[in-house]
C-alpha cells in the first residue's frame, strides 16, 4: 500500500489534529455553521478522521455511514462545499502540510461532491 500520503497529513495524530482544525474552522463560517448545530461532533471528527486516514493510504478503516445517506436532507450547496475545503486548506496550513499533499487529499475528496451537494 501507498501510504506516502498518510505520512504527508502526519499520520493518524496529525490527521485527527487536521480534523479537529477543519470542524472549528466550519463552526467559525458564518457560510456553513448552520449545518453543523445539533450534530454530535465527537462522531463526527472520529468518522471524518477515520475516512480521511483510510483515503490517504493509512491503516484505518471507515466504519461511518455512506455519503448519500450522511449528507441527505441537509441541502449542502457547491458554495458550502467550496467553504468546507478552505477550512480544510486553513488546518492544513496550520498544521504545515505542503501544498502538494494538500492537493493530493483534495483531489481525493473532490469528486465527492455528487455524493454530498444538493441531497
Ligand atoms: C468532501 C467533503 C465531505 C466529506 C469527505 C464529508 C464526510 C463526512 C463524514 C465521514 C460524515 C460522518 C458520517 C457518519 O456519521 O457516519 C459526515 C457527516 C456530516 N457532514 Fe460531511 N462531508 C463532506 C462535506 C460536507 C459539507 C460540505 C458539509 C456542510 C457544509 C457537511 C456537513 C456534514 C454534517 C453536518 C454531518 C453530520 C450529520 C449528522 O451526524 O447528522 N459535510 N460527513
Do not use: W
Request: proline share 2%; charged share 25%; hydrophobic share 40%.
Amino acid at each position: 500500500r501507498d501510504d506516502s500520503l498518510y505520512q504527508q497529513l502526519g499520520g493518524t495524530a496529525g490527521i485527527e489534529q487536521i480534523v479537529e482544525d477543519t470542524l472549528f474552522n466550519s463552526i467559525d463560517d458564518r457560510r456553513i455553521r448552520h449545518h453543523f448545530t445539533e450534530v454530535d461532533m465527537v462522531r463526527l471528527h472520529e468518522k471524518l478522521s477515520e475516512q480521511i486516514c483510510e483515503l490517504a493510504g493509512g491503516p484505518c478503516v471507515y466504519t461511518g455511514d455512506d455519503m448519500v445517506k450522511s449528507h441527505t436532507g441537509m441541502g449542502v450547496t457547491r458554495a458550502d462545499f467550496n467553504a468546507l475545503v478552505e477550512a480544510m486548506q486553513l488546518a492544513m496550513d496550520d498544521n504545515n502540510v505542503s501544498v502538494t499533499a494538500q492537493n493530493r487529499l483534495l483531489a481525493l475528496l473532490a469528486p465527492m461532491h455528487h455524493e454530498i451537494v444538493g441531497l
